[in-house]
């Protein structure tokens, strides 16, 4: 099994963008599914996104037509296109992945390996 290295987060104002990358060193076979989760101090690690190696996406409904998750041809790295960001979306952001296929759901526990976050904090 490898890492994952998230970079990319700041600050923004609100309606601002982001875009967060994830670098994921290794072979694929630890990482059939892979996804971006949020944590606020005090709050429960929240799904936001995740994508398959096929490229199917899920979104938490939250972040639907505002974030985009994606990867690159060679799978080594993850994206996080964050779009119209609200105060609400101030968290550290972890990258995540598991050795099988995506779940329905957008649970911290169906995920093993992690990132060591990165913050992201947006303003009103």
């Known amino acids: 099994q490898g890492r994952l290295v998230e970079s990319g987060g700041g600050s923004v104002q609100a309606g601002g963008s982001l875009r967060l990358s994830c670098a994921a060193d290794g072979n694929t076979s630890w990482r059939q599914c892979m996804g971006w989760f949020r944590q606020d101090p005090g709050k429960e690690r929240e799904g936001v996104a995740t994508?398959?190696?096929?490229?199917?996406?899920r979104y938490a409904d939250s972040v639907k037509g505002r974030f985009t998750i994606s990867k690159d041809n060679a799978e080594n790295s993850l994206y996080l296109q964050m779009n119209s960001l609200k105060p609400e979306d101030t968290a550290m952001y972890y990258c995540?992945?598991?050795?099988?296929?995506?779940?329905?759901?957008?649970?911290?526990?169906?995920?093993?390996?992690w990132g060591q976050g990165t913050q992201v904090t947006v303003s009103s």
């Open positions: 995540a992945a598991r050795p099988s296929v995506c779940p329905f759901r957008l649970f911290r526990e169906d995920f093993a390996y």
């Open positions: 994508i398959d190696r096929a490229g199917t996406t």
